[in-house]
């Protein structure tokens, strides 16, 4: 049994008045609650735009578009999905457009459904939809109070295929695969195999490649895209470097839509200095945009950039080791916070108490003042939490009750099995959400309403993600957390694995003045 108490106040003139949760809780990205999806494995609410670009190949199993978009997205916002579910921030995988052609490297066809495989960062892909179904998703979800998350990509584009030729010579390599060993061979090479590698560290000035330029004249578009090109190099003075043309062409999703933050792609294989500098014209595009956006601004928060460097993990701190170089992602005009690849083992190997005491010490010691993303199953972890879904409340109250901002991502909610039969690889975590079951099966409805309620708790409670914590009794285990801002402080008082009968709990250890908790019990 899960049992919470709560208490909200703000610092008035009358410091000792509970006040209403909803209008005075502020949102805080290092304690938010983000929703991760596949753009492509949501929701169909388009139909029309489910084939482009002759994408008709039998594909291996789950390595084909399926039909979700962001006209999908949206529909679940305006339901009340992600809001029942206490969600405050939607990340969805890269929506620009992919390359037209598939790949075969002994999976079956594969084509770009998941949208690492860039063909073109000024358009979104007709897959998932049009510059209008975004500006629609995005308005809708700012009315709810939910912030949008793009994802970034700037070290590859996608693969070579017969639709799809090669990059020029000054902007891609292809002859260098990553071996890992070190910095160099980490950062300055292909991912993999037939994954042309951007030159980032390169300050050549460039010119377009050719087949973007013919596709922009083909669309009728060629002279506004290098007007827009022009005034952003003369503006920034930046070289017409490769990592500059993508960085503007990132940016002006923020500019034109309003999105609220970044997760960026394969962090550890572009030189650190480069998130600085995209994360300078990240927070310039966001500044422009909420100067000319005023009625569409949600609230005063930062642009949101967090990173994904591949296994890192917060034990390290602010530092990645990549053997005979330490990097410091955090850096000022950095990120603000780093996936956490380490989440799932510490669940795995420590109980409530440990786990929660262990981001409570390092979120407020090595990281204080920066965040770090949990998560327990992911779009390319190949070895999540629970794949098989036998501990899907053990699973929410881990996730959901840790210290740090949650991802959950899509079908955590409802126990969306993560192993597929005849599906390789990274294909047993992106199936289709099983909506199915949450309309007609009792044992997930009820899965889905326990994360439900622990979901909106945290969101209207940034203690938890962000606050200090205490355990106040080890058993039955109680602990509490504290969050406070100059005009602002939130407490709970969070019971787990009690007796269904309990019904009081001592907080003479909890350090208070003139309050009385309301005891409440929560499921």
């Not at 008035?12 to 609650?33: I, L, Q, R, S």
């Not at 939607?90 to 490297?105: A, K, S």
């Not at 000024?122 to 209008?132: L, Q, S």
């Not at 933050?261 to 990240?282: A, S």
Request: hydrophobic share 30%.
């Amino acid at each position: 049994m899960l049992f919470i108490v709560a208490l909200m106040f703000t610092n008035c003139n009358e410091t000792d008045k509970v006040v209403e949760e909803k209008e005075e809780t502020p949102f805080v990205w290092e304690g938010a609650n983000l929703y991760f999806l596949l753009t492509d494995r949501f929701n169909n609410g388009d139909s029309s735009n489910d084939i482009n670009f002759d994408r008709t190949r039998k594909t291996g199993k789950l390595r084909g578009f399926e039909g979700g978009d962001i006209k999908g997205i949206t529909q679940k916002v305006k339901e009340g999905y992600f809001t029942d579910l206490g969600i405050n921030a939607i990340w969805m995988t890269p929506i620009v457009e992919q390359i037209h052609g598939g790949t075969n490297e002994g999976t079956g066809t594969t084509y770009g459904f998941h949208g690492y495989w860039t063909k073109d960062w000024t358009k979104i892909d007709p897959n998932f939809g049009t510059k209008e179904d975004l500006h629609q998703l995005v308005q809708e979800a700012h009315a709810k109070g939910i912030r949008i998350v793009l994802d970034a990509v700037i070290n590859h584009t996608g693969p070579v295929t017969e639709k799809d030729p090669v990059w020029p010579e000054d902007w891609v390599r292809t002859d260098k695969q990553c071996t890992y060993d070190n910095y160099e061979n980490t950062v300055t090479c292909t991912l993999v195999k037939n994954l042309p590698d951007i030159k980032t560290e390169s300050n050549q000035n460039v010119e377009l490649p050719p087949q973007l330029v013919e596709k922009w004249k083909t669309e009728g578009r060629y002279k506004q895209e290098i007007k827009e090109l022009n005034e952003f190099f003369e503006r920034t003075g930046h070289p017409r470097a490769p990592r500059f043309y993508i960085i503007k062409w990132l940016t002006d999703y923020i500019t034109e839509f309003g999105v609220d933050g970044y997760r960026v792609d394969t962090v550890k294989h572009t030189e650190e200095t480069v998130w600085q500098e995209f994360r300078q014209e990240c927070d310039y595009a966001f500044s422009e945009f909420k100067e000319n956006n005023p009625d569409k601004v949600i609230d005063d928060s930062d642009f949101y950039l967090v990173g994904e460097v591949y296994n890192y993990g917060i034990s390290t701190g602010q530092f990645f080791d990549y053997g005979d170089k330490k990097v410091n992602y955090f850096k000022p005009k950095s990120f603000h916070s780093l996936i956490n690849f380490e989440f799932k083992w510490n669940s795995k190997e420590l109980a409530y108490e440990a786990l929660f005491r262990k981001y409570a010490d390092t979120l407020n010691t090595s990281l204080k003042n920066f965040g770090t993303l949990n998560y327990l199953s992911s779009h390319d972890d190949g070895s999540p939490f629970d794949p098989t879904r036998k501990k899907p409340f053990e699973t929410a109250n881990k996730l959901l009750l840790s210290p740090g901002t949650s991802q959950v991502y899509y079908g955590d909610e409802s126990a969306r099995i993560l192993k597929v039969e005849d599906a390789i690889g990274d294909a047993n975590l992106r199936s289709f959400m099983n909506w199915e079951a949450i309309n007609n099966n009792i044992k997930t409805q009820q899965i889905l309403e326990h994360w439900q309620k622990l979901g909106k708790f945290r969101a209207k409670h940034p203690a938890i993600g962000a606050g200090i914590h205490q355990m106040i009794a080890e058993s039955p285990y109680y602990f509490y957390r504290s969050y406070q801002t100059d005009n602002f402080e939130d407490l709970v008082v969070v019971g787990l694995d009690l007796d269904k009968g309990k019904k009081t709990i001592d907080v003479s250890t909890v350090s208070y003045t003139h309050l009385t908790l309301p005891t409440t019990p929560y499921v």
